[in-house]
């Protein structure tokens, strides 16, 4: 926060005070009770008297004027000018050690409203409610003001905030909305000036309850465009998606004891266990972490699908996105659409000759196509990931981890996506369909190359085959059944996240007799997935697994025999641990 010249009079007491620890370190001048502030960077330094130290060990970005203001004069009494604060900003101005230039209040950091207030959405309006954590105060705001004041967290300033409303609410804002609602929450009594007495939700709150869990300092929440909230851990990567009444309640803790917050919001102590044990297992609160998933006993099918995480791509792709973003301008995509359609035009008037070729290759090379058709497949895979990082990075997500993807003993590559979440709907539409835009242009380009090269040239059978091979696994891509981009396209464009997972939880319910909880327009989607997704594993892992028993019995038949009563055993034995 650089502030400008001050006035006692600007009314600016509830706004944070600057933090100096970050190029100032504040220290005792030896056989004196006044106090130096160094510069970490350079050889400057400034001496203050007693009072003036005190009041820069406060200086941590974290209280308000106001606050500060108070504490000095519970310290030091009367003796203490009623603007002293103010007196002291004025002098580090001058000094040079704050700068004053052309800021304006647009610089200053909004106040932290969360340790006394906690927003919640009016039943069947658009409009918001302000209550006091302790007390019965209750103040209604418009739906921007409501989503203004959701950035109060004495974070952002109020030209970030102004910005973000503008960015929400185009045209529907004053240049000066932030500012006058500051102005709305001082005449109030939200918040305070220097001489106003603490309100009694303030009082109130300052008696937190010690026990009580709280959120990871780290961790915030997105308001989805879909009508849900996600509460987001940058550090351990893990995610929630919570209804309003959740928000309300998680808010609460840190500030409240368990039992206050039953009372309060009148939910039972198995609800907020649950809502609790979800904090838990998902690393958000204080002293928490991922728990290790419990290793069980090895079973074959393992084999079929796993992933082997390799490295972080997201500070190379930090580097690189600046250069490439025209790739999401609607200039660039109404070009790639038109190069698209012209060549799947071509493809489809020369079918039969792509056709032909392949015959004529397959009888001609037969086995020695495996090899450079497997690197291609590889090439075409690698530049499908890339798509996916890209366009989430270029959309402001985190790509944490590639790495390798083995489904069915065959390599692949996995781009781990999970931040998408985050985006509206559309966006993650965006997120899963780069990778199949990114393997239609290299298909469009190898037709088009494949087209252009003298027959029977390497080059001319290169093209042909990262031509099949860019459309094999698209092919492969797009069957939603398989957790592949059809299965997590389908979860973008419907909206239901864990598709499959609520989908036979849905029949779950079903057979138990228990409500089904989901919405009566997503009932339909899950009932047709679940019976599909059963017909998709019975014919193929029926199929694989036919096979392999047909090749043991008929070469291996002791051997495969032995093999199996041995894994029976170890499977089904009962474990020595409790």
Known sequence: MNPQPLNPQNHYDPWICPNLGTYWQLAKVRDSDRVVLKSRQGNGQFTFSPMEGFVLQHFTGKLAIAQIQRRCQQQFGDSLSPSFVWELLQKLIELGILAAEDETAMDWICPDLTPFWTLAPLPDSDQVLLKAIEGNLRVIFSRVEGYALNYFTGKYTVFEIQTRCEQQFPGEISADFIPDLLQKLIELQILARDDAEPSDAEKSAVERPSNSPTLKSCVHWINHPDGYWILRNPEDFTFLQLSDSDKVIIDQLGRRSPSSIIEEFCITPQELKHLLRLLTTSAMLEGTTVPTPPRGKFNPMQLLYFRIPLFNPDPWLTRHIEGIRWIWTKPFAVLLFLCLGASAVLGIRQREIIFYTGQQLMEANGPALIIPFALLSMLVV?????????????????????????????????????DSYCLSRFKRVLVVGAGLLVQFAIWAGALWFWNWTHAGSWLHTASYLLMVAALVTVAINLNPMAKFDGYYLAVALTGINNLRTRSFGLYGNLLRGKPLRERSGDILILAIYAPLSLAYIYFVFGFLLARIADWSLTNIPMTAFLLLIAWLIYFFFPSNKP
């Not at 990931?385 to 270029?394: I, M, Q, R, V, Y």
Request: glycine share 10%; proline share 5%; hydrophobic share 50%.
């Open 382 to 418: 690698a530049f499908h990931e890339l798509g996916h990082a890209f366009t989430l990075k270029n959309f402001g997500g985190v790509v944490p981890n590639m790495g390798l993807l083995l489904m069915m003993f065959m390599p692949a590559a996995y781009t781990n996506t999970t």
